[in-house]
Nanobody, 126 residues
Framework: VQLQASGGGLVQAGGSLRLSCAAR?????????IAWFRQAPGKEREEVSC????????YYADSVKGRFTMSRDSAKKTMILQMNSLTPEDTAVYYC???????????????????WGQGTQVTVSS
């Protein structure tokens, strides 16, 4: 399964971006564990938001709570990360990830995911 992330770009602090991720083959994301991660230059990859199944609780990292919203669009078979009130600290490459073998309702991220997108660059200027 190849995931395609899009929507990154350059934005000023306080601005918004909407990231999307879909499987090129039209692979459904319904009731699969999905996640967004990010990696800033010189830093380790960190989890941003995760969900174990449709209607499951969504996990958000403390650094993005109240600003980022993750959702699924079942009809379009995509996952969305709406990012508002962006700050320079949000600058990173953002990756989407899916694991079809696990589903759960609680709010947490898996340690590993089977499929990863290629990443989309988000740059926030001050």
């Amino acid at each position: 399964v190849q995931l395609q992330a899009s929507g990154g770009g350059l934005v000023q602090a306080g601005g918004s971006l909407r990231l999307s991720c879909a499987a090129r083959s039209g692979y459904s994301l319904d009731d699969k564990a999905i996640a967004w991660f990010r990696q800033a230059p010189g830093k380790e990859r960190e989890e941003v938001s995760c969900q174990g199944m449709n209607e499951g609780k969504i996990y958000y990292a403390d650094s993005v709570k109240g600003r980022f919203t993750m959702s699924r669009d079942s009809a379009k078979k995509t996952m969305i990360l709406q990012m508002n009130s962006l700050t320079p600290e949000d600058t990173a490459v953002y990756y989407c990830a899916v694991d079809p073998s696990v589903w759960y309702s609680d709010s947490y991220c898996l340690r590993n995911y089977d499929y990863w997108g290629q990443g989309t660059q988000v740059t926030v200027s001050s």
